[in-house]
């Protein structure tokens, strides 16, 4: 496999960058020039002398903003751990320089508007859990690498690379364009990679947690649900767990995505906005693109639906199953399991009841095993597709237990646990695991909902507790305020770092100015003033009390009638993308 290089100099003229290799016979230097924005190979002793010279740890990427190009470069990482021998990082620190030396040029709202571009890109950059490596090639699972042509394996990293978990993909176009650059760039994923040293009975092992996130179809919470026209559903997660003993490797593959039909379900002040299915869209087409391309990609497929079967939930569980049926293809089979019903008043111990019952269909499509010698024992013929509304919190309980099955039996095949022997027993082991996947959660729930995800008392202790309940409230709450007053922002700064928005300097507005509408601002400012002045009359009493209470009617009826209308038209006094009109996606 063609790698890329691991270490870079960056050195900084007025005229180019200069991003100079550094390790054991790297020679190449790449030039990118600050005024024509070409990137060539050059050679060392074309860097000026006076250029300011800085130790960086790779680079994401160029974008266009207003006010021209921008190179984006990763400044610091973390060791995460070694895979086979290859060694993950996790990006932790980045650095955005303009090729353009002053923005004298622009006018004062174009200034403005480039300042806001700098910050969607930095808030992208800010959301943990950016890896990659840079001789190893992290966007496939071990059962894909294994069932490779010779050509692919010559390619290199940034040819190779799957797509839908290339998260730097839109800010490497030119260097992808030209294949003598490529040792100089490497894919990114997005998501977790947890690397963990294991002893059970005195035999070590390493155990590992793979999370790819989509890059497609990618958003937050509220604002990207369901499929496009192309298939991709809304937070699709693709989670590997690995075994190495011994040299030998044992892999199990699932996944987790929206509901894939068209279906939305806007914020709008209310702590759950109604879902929406559409009704002018034929489902089936997007449906059955997307069903193709996971069973192209992972063979059989088991739907395991989480979602409530009453209430508002209930129209889209009748919706997904109606299409299952219509789909009418033997490769997928769908199983509804109400997860809150099931485990309602604390009985968690009934999720024992979902992992019975698909018990016989995981055994079927066992994993993924290869030994020592590189000879395939096993491939893992299908895999569970997850979901429930956010696909986070039920659904990262749920892919935790299948795994640890799955690991079960990977563990007793390879001979780390003995005949009789439970992971559940092996108390050390145990707390590594529930751990790791209580990070899991939070990392995918931090990425698409903005907060830490909810239950992760049970994964973490195998029980629900009332401190746990107590959190879940608080992470509850801070989701409320996100999702309806800054994922408008946190959508828009996704948009713009994956492509789907383009900036063109030649426009002299952007959409990041919009008009409110005069409601926005008098209402709640007659709201605070009503509530404020009902507040105050019940601290102050009038002559009487009859009077007192004339005030403070009149003022209580005015804030709540005021907040009764805000919440009307809630839609429009939440925070909604600019950039790219999600309605027109959805």
Known sequence: MATAYERFKLHTSPEKFYIEACGD??????????????????????????AVTRPICGIMGTIRLVAGMYLIIITKKKKVGDLFGHTIWKATEFDII?????????????????????????????????????????????????????????????????????WNGHLLREFTAQPEL???AFPVLHGYIVVKSCCI????????IISRRSCFRAGVRYYVRGIDSEGHAANFVETEQIVQYSGNKASFVQTRGSMPFFWSQRPNLKYK??????????????FQRHFDSQIISYGKQVILNLINQKGSENPLEQAFAKMVTSLGNGMVKYIAFDFHKECSKMRWERLQILVDRVAEMQDEFGYFMVDSDGKVLMQQEGTFRSNCMDCLDRTNVIQSLLARRSLQSQLQRLGVLHVGQRIEEQDDFENIYKNAWADNAN?????????????????RTGKRTQWGLVMDGWNSMIRYYKNNFSDGFRQDSIDLFLGNYAVDEADSSTPLHVQKDWKFLTLPIIMVVAFSMCIICLLMAGDTWTETLAYVLFWG????????????NGNEFVDAPKLVQKEKMD
């Not at 009975?201 to 590992?208: A, L, M, P, Q, S």
Request: hydrophobic fraction near 40%; charged fraction near 20%.
């Open 557 to 568: 009826t005015a804030s709540i009638g005021t907040a009764a209308i805000i919440l009307f």
């Open 273 to 286: 906005p109604k879902p929406q299915i559409s009704k002018t869209i034929n489902h089936m087409d997007g």
């Open 182 to 184: 490529h040792k100089f």
């Open 443 to 459: 990392a995918c729930a931090k990425q698409y909902a903005g907060t830490g995800a909810l239950k992760t008392d049970f994964t």
């Open 25 to 50: 016979g790297a020679n190449d230097v790449l030039a990118i020039d600050r005024v024509s924005t070409e990137i060539i190979l050059t050679v060392k002793k074309d860097i000026p002398p006076s």
């Open 201 to 208: 009975n005195g035999k070590y092992f390493d155990w590992i």
């Open 98 to 166: 303009s090729y353009k030396k002053t923005v004298l040029h622009l006018t004062d709202n174009q200034m403005q508007d480039n300042k806001c571009f700098l910050a969607m890109l930095n808030n992208v950059l800010n959301t943990d859990g950016f890896y990659f490596a840079t001789n190893y090639d992290l966007t496939h699972s071990l059962q894909r690498l294994s069932n490779t042509s010779p050509e692919f394996q010559e390619m290199s990293l940034l040819e190779r690379a799957d797509q839908r978990f290339v």
